[in-house]
């Protein structure tokens, strides 16, 4: 008999990007009845996925540094986004939202107070913050394996980031490095048309952007965003 945490773990088998009630009811071998029960709507089960997904992430504490804990937040939130093609958009959407997820930029906010940064600052950090690397996987047409399973264990692309901080490799490991690279291959796509209309002083630092990996082209826009919180701070 399925219980809710077989149907969320079937939602995340199956990934954000496809993720339909028929699709679970499917997978468990359960009536449509018997998942409605548990979830009311699509989305009210993909909300608690995306919390099962954000629980299975490991997420920094703050320290003595409001700027490597800004950091590392930043690259936690990246395992998440890839680990789970689809949800970023799910996310931008608005179409969920759950404690896990609410719990977590809470989290970012307190410690940003205790960091010294006044109320408003800390909720726009926090949102600006999401949304540069919510914006990283924007462009990636959500893809899944063909036999349906999830893109890979959230702590599967753990690692160092590009600057020695906690945060994704660029590797191949299951559907974490396969959203990565599709992110490469869609800026290619996107930009590489149009590369020649750019000032050339512009071009060769498109083409490395382009052409180079996403994470380290992501590391220089976290560290100029940091850059600018730096002046922020009382």
């Not at 540069?132 to 036999?147: E, H, K, R, Y």
């Not at 209309?197 to 071009?203: A, G, H, K, V, Y």
């Amino acid at each position: 008999m399925a219980d809710r945490e077989a149907i969320i773990a079937a939602a995340l088998g199956i990934g954000f990007a496809r993720l339909t009630m028929p699709a679970v009811a499917e997978r468990l071998g359960i009536s449509h009845s018997t998942l409605y029960r548990y979830f009311p709507s699509r989305d009210a089960l993909a909300a608690a996925a995306a919390d099962r997904a954000v629980d299975a992430i490991e997420w920094p504490e703050p320290d003595d540094d409001w700027r490597a804990f800004l950091t590392a937040t930043a690259w936690a939130h990246w395992r998440l986004f890839a680990a789970h093609p689809g949800l970023a958009q799910e996310v931008t959407a608005l179409r969920l939202t759950g404690p896990g997820l609410v719990g977590r930029e809470n989290r970012t906010g307190v410690a940003l107070l205790g960091y010294g940064f006044s109320a408003e600052d800390s909720v726009l950090i926090m949102d600006m913050l999401a949304e540069l690397v919510t914006q990283a996987f924007l462009a990636v047409l959500p893809q899944g394996s063909d036999d349906g399973e999830p893109g890979g264990d959230p702590g599967s692309s753990g690692g160092s980031g590009p600057g020695g901080e906690s945060g994704p490799d660029d590797g191949s490991d299951g559907g974490a490095g396969a959203a990565i690279e599709a992110a490469r291959r869609r800026r290619r796509e996107l930009i590489g048309p149009w590369m020649h209309t750019f000032d050339p002083r512009l071009r060769g630092v498109l083409a490395d952007a382009v052409a180079g990996s996403p994470a380290a082209w992501f590391e220089r826009k976290l560290g100029l965003f940091l850059d600018g919180v730096a002046g922020r701070r009382r």
